[in-house]
């Protein structure tokens, strides 16, 4: 039998343990293993793509338990999709790492391998409770890489970070605990199944308990008003674990999708469509304040950060369309803005580098080594961050704005998505102008040697390629969310294809 | 073939080439950048000569298709007009640029930059899909804001670059919103289906906002009333960007798309009203402060938005002539206006200065370019003879035809007689100040004639100024044709372009504007005393940075107000949050709080178990600032929570929240010891109120789902386990059945999370030094005992006991209460009591103190056995299991699970030591008792 679908899970935790095991092996190794375990993930997961993309939903039955009641992982174009972007992202970010960030405090690599699996495991489960284990799973391990380093600033937003999702975490359990002493499972096609079958009496149960579960993934993806997190531990944490965590904010919205189309899909009965008065409304105003955020941020990394919470906002307000152009606008629009806050995240620990005690602070300072190279990766980061021609940023707000078309909140969409995009624009012109242009003192640091440059930003220029690969590729790419999006409106096909005939 | 894509691509890879060869010496950049620019004009003109013909060359490439976005070029009359425009002055500003940049400018990053803007304008004007048009309309604004920061360490540089951006941006962004809903009007982005569907435009309902957010998006780009205020400002960047920008290409890209789109959106009441007034107030507002322009180049400026405004409102009028007209003006303002823009270069560049109360009486000293510079001002005053008199007649011409329709029309006649006025008066100024009126004030430099190859372009034009305005049906008839058919998208009206026609009202008011402009001109002092008072009454600058200044802070104070950085606050939302979503989902539904189910009857002893539960759980909250006592009454909570599990038959759980109970507290009281011993009191009463408040609601929300999840019936997948776990599972004790078997994947996450907290933890202490206290409040040393003897003997006669049972636990798990949780657990708290007891040195001596091979271990043989169904072509963690008959001890069952749980014990010991031990060394280190044992 195959185990393609386990496989992208597995792995990570092995190289995991070898690296724990071999933890007085030379730094050198240690990166030969690590890199090499993300490249085999970045090849079992576009495997895994490929293999989804005849439109099957492929189950994987642990222990050989049948569902509802084993665990079942789930691979379907959404999960796919997901897992490829996080592998591409990692591969560039821990790249990046590489130059030293690894080797400033114990387990880098561990923790980064622990990291993905969490990931994987988040995007691959079909069950509720197995969910929270790698919500549990993502939780410790990020909050390990966050404190990587040190440093007060960085522990103290960790605190808070750690202390916030325990809440969140707990919030998780009484949800689970209540649908599953209301519906008796917690299989998610099963759960799909008992929602649709929710007698009268228990509807406002199984409400409740829905909706608090969309207030634990609405902590995870940062929405408005939970979004205030995000600033500060993003921030202050290591550039490369920055850049990964641009896709933790993902995670959250991934299971806000996963459960509004699944659980409380179309099929759903009295409680179909329950996330769908909070979504678009919460998405929109997330994306206007978090803009404003980074239109006010003292630092360029705030701001990225801010931005990072405003992209959750956009993602959010597609899903939240509700209809299958909202969601394939919104999945097209995921990997781009991922991709442009990891690149801004590294590019900013470049800058940072370069303008010594000022750091990322946006204010006037010296004249930077190597300017038009850094500048000019600056000016691509932030057409890609604004969502402006001619990158997938653009084209992913371009399908949004399609897909509001016939939907009574059109006016509101177009000024929120339109003015923020303008917000946007403003805040990184500014900060650009700051940063490069309105430099005081001619005094050159010493600059670098130019291999030293090209390997510092290599990983920025890659992820750049791929915002670039996704806007040259947009046709092939928007069909695959497009089917995406057609998949996720049918949930039948999910309960039929993990329960088989009847389910139980 | 896709010529078309390649005009437009050509550009783009000559940035990158320009820029390569930019270390090479200063004059490769413009030699790369002419021939770029040559080689996009090669393959462009093969294909006039069918536009010519009158057809429209469309050539496509697939994109996203799915959402009828393709990348579309189309090649007809306005097009190629416009095509011709761009590279062709393009071509003359880049031999121009060359003689104007000084040593000290950059030229790759210059013509870098100027070919992105050409690939870009190129794009606009070449693009059949409007989609696809927007994104080099965005393209433009980003490759304007780079060439007018040029300077970038002069700030009006650098904030004129941000305006433009900003104040194009946001037009963009409407025209973008304009244009999703016209395609959505036509049902397609592609102009020719477009330009085909007027009649259905103009009848939806939606034509009015689609209008109005497409004409946003026109007015920005090109200056039009009130956005005009940008222009001005861009005028920091060198002026061969001046020239570029503000003659043929970047403003021009707004009446173009007026131009484009007319068919599709003209003919209206909105139409004329809002794109002929904006025009009109245009054309007033810039023609009248570009007289008291003192700077050259804002004078230029000004009257570039005035003549703008004419365009605009040639367009508004709407006519079919009046189109024509427009796009003459366009021409011929492209070419006077590029040449008085170099013209004032090149002023610039000799005197060092552009302030015409200090360039006077030029003529002496350069009177070659005075010359160039008087035919093209003729032009922009609308002189017989050059080309600007030709279009000027022809709008003068349609303002009265228009006026004769109209209630008000006489109005329109008025007002651009005196927009007349005024460009005659600014163009005498701009001649008569610089090349006469007296003698030069306090120059930086003695000016003398340019090199002979930076008046070739300004030649050319001029040239062009008069061949077109003496010569007109033989020069710019079939362009104009053309392009003017493409526009309209209809036979042409009948119009002649000649110098005479008859006295016509139109050649009236040349006459007057000539002579009223002279007249102004004449008596400007006390004009430029009143402006002089009067400036800064009504500027739309200002409002731009009141907006901006707004916007900051409105985003500074609701930003400030919102993350004030505290873990309460977090917290506090995140409650409220949970609440609201609670309660309105349950209130969604006409559900019941209580289910049908029967409750059970409370016994004595439970009461007493949950009065003691809430009893305790009051205490802890009462006594929080006492930290010891708190810890010691939380402990009474877990241990009522593992007697309820007993109750309820559930002695795994019961076990293991003793356990962890135990295990709990020394993590505790190791972290304890770094902290104060009491709590200061921080909330006001009023706080504590609210929070009490706020936590009283949380709970009973939590109590209230509780209860109605406890009070219905429950049926559940529970039977399932029940059923299968001695057949198929291999073990009675169901609970640890479903932990290594049925949901062991849960397991081996939940060992990650515990691993994971051991080496996070681990990490984090590292380099971690906190300073302990060693004495305590009352100012005793410490630990003047630190190990009791009675204790240290003890733990060292429990330690196998401890471990035996630990063993015992584990392998019995699979069919009675134990397995490998609890097992670590007992295991970890017996090793922890040796530290406790007998100090860290003691302990380290005799026991390995390096618990990363046990979590390793632990986490490889539960993947591992995981891993091993694989062998048997069975799913991960598919468990199996036998009996063996050991000589003796007889039958023994063993399972692959036990195997699992091995793996689970090892991770439980080894990361609850790691936290443990490298807490307590921490202590060591915080008093410096001698050096311990290494770490890790």
Not at chain 2, 217 to 240: D, E, I, R, Y
Not at chain 2, 584 to 595: E, M, Q
Request: aromatic share 10%; glycine share 10%.
């Amino acid at each position: 039998m195959s185990h393609l679908v386990i496989a992208p899970v597995l792995l990570p935790l092995m190289a995991a343990i070898v690296l724990l095991l071999l933890r007085h092996l030379d730094l050198r190794l240690r990166r030969l293993i690590s890199v090499g375990a993300l490249l085999a993930e970045l090849v079992l997961a576009l495997t895994l793509l490929v293999t989804v993309s005849d439109g099957e939903i492929r189950v994987y039955a642990l222990g050989d338990w049948p569902a509802p009641y084993g665990i079942v992982l789930m691979a379907d174009r959404l999960s796919a999709w997901l897992l490829v972007t996080t592998a591409l992202l990692a591969f560039f970010a821990l790249l990046h790492a590489l130059r030293g960030i690894d080797a400033t405090g114990r387990h880098f690599h561990v923790l980064y391998q622990l990291q993905l699996f969490g990931l994987a495991g988040a995007f691959l489960t079909g069950d509720l409770f197995n969910l929270f284990v790698f919500f549990e799973v993502l939780l410790l391990a990020s909050y390990g890489l966050l404190l990587h380093g040190g440093g007060a600033l960085r522990t103290r937003a960790g605190l808070h970070y750690v202390v916030l999702n325990l809440v969140g975490s707990t919030l998780f359990l009484f949800a689970v605990g209540a649908l599953y002493g209301v519906l008796g499972t917690l299989n998610m096609a099963d759960l799909a199944r008992a929602v649709a079958a929710t007698p009268a009496d228990n509807v406002g149960v199984v409400r409740a308990a829905g909706l608090l579960l969309f207030g634990v993934f609405a902590l995870k993806a940062a929405l408005l008003p939970l979004h205030l997190w995000l600033p500060a531990a993003y921030a202050h944490t290591s550039a490369p674990v920055a850049a990964l965590f641009a896709i933790m904010t993902k995670v959250g919205a991934y299971s806000i999708l996963r459960i509004d189309t699944l659980i409380f899909g179309n099929a759903a009965g009295p409680l179909a469509g329950l996330l769908d008065p909070w979504l678009l409304p919460i998405g929109l105003a997330t994306l206007a304040v978090g803009t404003l955020g980074a239109v006010a941020a003292r630092g360029l990394g705030q701001q990225i950060a801010y931005l990072v919470v405003a992209s959750a906002g956009t993602l959010v307000s597609a899903f939240g369309l509700a209809n299958p152009e909202g969601v394939a606008a919104g999945l097209y629009y995921l990997p781009h803005t991922t991709f442009a806050a990891a690149a801004a995240f590294l590019l900013t620990a470049a800058i940072a580098r370069r303008r010594g005690e000022l750091a990322d602070r946006l204010d006037p300072g010296p004249t930077l080594p190597e300017k038009r190279l850094v500048g000019g990766l600056f000016f691509v980061v932030a057409v890609a961050l604004a969502g402006l021609p001619p990158l997938a940023g653009f084209l992913g707000k371009f399908l949004l704005l399609r897909a509001t078309l016939g939907l009574q909140a059109l006016p509101w969409v177009y000024a929120v998505v339109l003015g923020t995009g303008l917000l946007a624009l403003i805040a990184l012109a500014r900060s650009g102008s700051l940063v490069f242009y309105r430099t005081q003192s001619v005094t050159r640091a010493a600059a670098s040697a130019p291999v030293t440059v090209a390997a510092e930003l290599a990983p920025v220029t890659g992820l750049l390629l791929l915002v670039i690969g996704l806007s040259l590729a947009a046709g092939p790419l928007y069909e695959y969310t497009q089917a995406t999006a057609t998949q996720l409106m049918q949930p039948d096909r999910y309960i039929q294809t993990v329960l088989g005939g009847g389910g139980r | 073939m896709l010529s078309l894509a390649w005009v437009v691509l050509i550009p783009y890879l000559g940035a990158a080439l320009v820029a390569g060869v930019a270390h090479l010496g200063r004059l490769y950049s413009a030699w790369a950048a002419g021939l770029t620019t040559l080689a996009s004009l090669a393959l462009l003109l093969p294909e006039a000569p069918a536009t010519f013909a009158g057809q429209t060359l469309v050539q496509r490439l697939p994109w996203l298709p799915q959402a009828g976005l393709d990348l579309a070029f189309r090649l007809d009359g306005l097009a190629l007009l416009f095509a011709l425009l761009i590279l062709g002055i393009g071509l003359l500003i880049i031999l121009y640029a060359r003689y104007y940049l000084s040593e000290r400018d950059s030229m790759g990053r210059f013509y870098a930059y100027l070919m992105l803007f050409m690939g870009a304008m190129l794009g606009i004007v070449l693009s059949e899909n409007v989609i696809q048009l927007l994104v080099f309309w965005e393209l433009t604004s980003l490759a304007s804001f780079l060439l007018i920061s040029y300077w970038q360490h002069r700030a009006d540089a650098r904030n004129g670059a941000r305006m433009a951006l900003a104040v194009t941006g946001a037009g963009g962004l409407c025209l973008l919103a304009g244009f999703v809903l016209l395609g959505e009007i036509v049902g397609s982005y592609e102009l020719s289906a477009i330009l085909a569907a007027g009649e259905a435009i103009r009848a939806h309902p939606w034509y009015a906002p689609t209008l109005i957010l497409i004409l946003l998006g026109v007015f920005t780009k090109s200056a039009q009333f009130p956005f005009h205020f940008w222009l001005p400002h861009a005028m920091a960047a060198p002026t061969p960007v001046s020239a570029y920008l503000h003659s043929a290409t970047m403003v021009k890209a707004g009446v173009f798309l007026l131009a484009r789109l007319f068919p599709a959106l003209s003919g209206t009441w909105e139409w004329s009203h809002i794109v002929g007034g904006a025009g009109l107030a245009t054309l007033l507002v810039g023609a009248t402060i570009a007289l008291f322009k003192h700077d050259l180049k804002g004078l230029l400026a000004y009257s570039t938005v005035s003549h703008l405004g004419l365009i605009t409102t040639l367009f508004g009028i709407g006519t079919p002539l009046a189109a024509v007209a427009g796009v003459f003006h366009i021409i011929n303002h492209a070419t006077f206006k590029a040449g008085l823009f170099m013209a004032a270069g090149i002023i610039d560049h000799e005197c060092g200065t552009r302030d015409m109360r200090r360039i006077n009486g030029l003529w002496k000293y350069m009177p070659y370019t005075g010359t160039l510079a008087m035919v093209a001002a003729a032009a922009m005053a609308g002189v017989p003879l050059v080309n600007g008199f030709l279009s000027k007649e022809m709008f003068f011409a349609e303002a009265v035809s228009f006026a004769t329709q109209m209630r008000f029309g006489w109005l329109l006649p008025l007002a651009v007689t005196v927009a007349g006025v005024f460009a005659v008066a600014y163009s005498v100024r701009f001649i008569h100040d610089v090349f006469f009126n007296g003698d030069p004030v306090d120059l930086p430099r003695t000016p003398h004639e340019p090199p002979r190859w930076m008046k070739v372009p300004v030649e050319v034009l001029v040239v062009l100024c008069l061949l077109v305005g003496i010569f007109p049906a033989l020069t710019v008839q079939p362009i104009l044709s053309v392009a003017a058919g493409a526009v309209l998208q209809a036979p042409l009206p009948a119009f002649d372009l000649a110098i005479w026609h008859s006295f016509s009202p139109a050649l009236g008011m040349s006459v007057v504007a000539l002579a009223g402009g002279l007249a102004v001109y004449a008596g400007r002092r006390p004009l430029f005393a009143l402006a002089e008072r009067s400036r800064g009454r009504l500027d739309a600058q200002r409002l731009y940075h009141a907006l901006l200044n707004g916007l900051f802070a409105l985003a500074g104070g609701l930003t400030r107000a919102l993350d004030a950085g505290s873990l309460q606050r977090l917290v506090l939302l995140f409650v409220l949050s949970a609440i609201g979503l609670g309660v309105v989902g349950f209130l969604g539904a006409d559900t019941p709080l209580r289910g049908e189910r029967a409750l059970l009857p409370v016994d004595g002893v439970s009461l007493l178990a949950a009065l003691g539960l809430i009893a305790a759980a009051a205490a802890a909250v009462l006594l929080h600032r006492q930290r010891l006592t708190a810890l010691i009454i939380t402990g009474a909570v877990g241990l009522v929570v593992s007697l309820i599990f007993v109750k309820f038959s559930a002695p795994d759980l019961a076990l293991t929240q003793l356990s962890v109970e135990v295990v709990t507290v020394i993590l505790l009281l190791l972290a304890l010891y770094f902290l104060p011993q009491t709590s200061p009191a921080e909330s006001s009463r009023a706080r504590r109120a609210r929070d009490g408040l706020i936590a009283l609601v949380a709970g009973g929300g939590t109590a209230a789902l509780a209860w109605a999840v406890l009070t219905r019936p429950y049926e559940s997948i529970a039977g399932f386990f029940l059923e299968r776990s001695l057949p198929e599972g291999g073990g009675r004790n169901v609970v640890n059945v479903i932990l290594v078997d049925f949901r062991g994947f849960d397991t081996l996450g939940e060992i990650t999370v515990l691993a994971l907290a051991g080496i996070g933890i681990y990490a984090m202490l590292e380099r971690l030094a906190l300073p302990g206290p060693t004495q305590d409040a009352q100012g005793r040393p410490w630990n003047w005992d630190a190990h009791p003897a009675i204790m240290a003997s003890l733990t060292r006669l429990l330690l196998p006991l401890a471990l035996l049972t630990a063993v015992f636990i584990l392998l019995r798990g699979h069919n009675l209460p134990g397995g490998g949780f609890i097992a670590g657990l007992v295991t970890a708290v017996a090793l922890i009591m040796q530290y406790l007891a007998n100090g860290v040195a003691w302990t380290h001596a005799r026991l390995p103190a390096n618990f990363h091979p046990v979590i390793g271990a632990g986490l490889a043989l539960a993947l591992a056995t995981g891993l091993a169904s694989w062998a048997f072509d069975h799913p991960f963690l598919t468990s199996t299991f036998g009996h063996v008959h050991w000589p003796v001890v007889g039958s023994i069952e063993l399972a692959s699970a036990m195997a699992f749980d091995l793996g689970v014990y090892l991770v439980v010991v080894g990361a609850t030591l790691l936290i443990l031990v490298h807490l307590g060394l921490m202590h060591g280190a915080s008093h410096s008792v001698p050096s311990e044992a290494e770490r890790g």
